[in-house]
C-alpha cells in the first residue's frame, strides 16, 4: 500500500508516460465503484494508430514463449454438468497458471450458444 502521496504522484506520472489516455482511479485494496471500469470507451481504434502505426500489423506481435492457447471442436451436444466439473478441475489444478480463457459452447438443453 503506498500512502506517500509524492510516490503516489511519481506512479500516476509514470502510468501517464506509458498511456497519457488511461484514467486512474485511486483506491485502497482493489475497491472500486464498478461503474468506473465499466462502458468507458477504453479502447478507440483510431487513438490506438495514433499512437502506433503498426499497432494491427500482423509483423509486430510478439508474444511470451511461456503463454500457450489450446482449443476444441467437436460436434454434438455438451453435457453443462460435466463442462462444469471439468472447468472447477483446471481451475483447482491450474488456476495460478490460467493467464485468460475464453469460449463458446453448444450445450444440450441450451437453445443458445453459452459465451464466456
Known amino acids: ?69 489450446c482449443s476444441t471442436k467437436f460436434l454434438g451436444d455438451l453435457d453443462v454438468g460435466k463442462l462444469e466439473q471439468y472447468i472447477q478441475h483446471v481451475i483447482s489444478d491450474l488456476g495460478e497458471k490460467l493467464y485468460r480463457y475464453k469460449g463458446v459452447i453448444a450445450a444440450k438443453g441450451m437453445p443458445k450458444k453459452f459465451v464466456f
Open 1 to 69: 500500500l503506498v500512502t506517500d502521496e509524492a510516490e503516489l504522484a511519481a506512479i500516476e506520472a509514470a502510468l501517464h508516460e506509458i498511456n497519457p489516455h488511461a484514467p486512474i482511479v485511486r483506491c485502497q485494496h482493489s475497491k472500486v465503484d464498478p461503474t468506473s471500469l465499466l462502458k468507458i470507451g477504453a479502447f478507440n481504434p483510431e487513438r490506438i494508430l495514433a499512437m502506433d502505426p503498426e499497432f494491427l500489423s500482423m509483423q509486430t506481435v510478439k508474444h511470451d514463449a511461456a503463454i500457450t492457447s
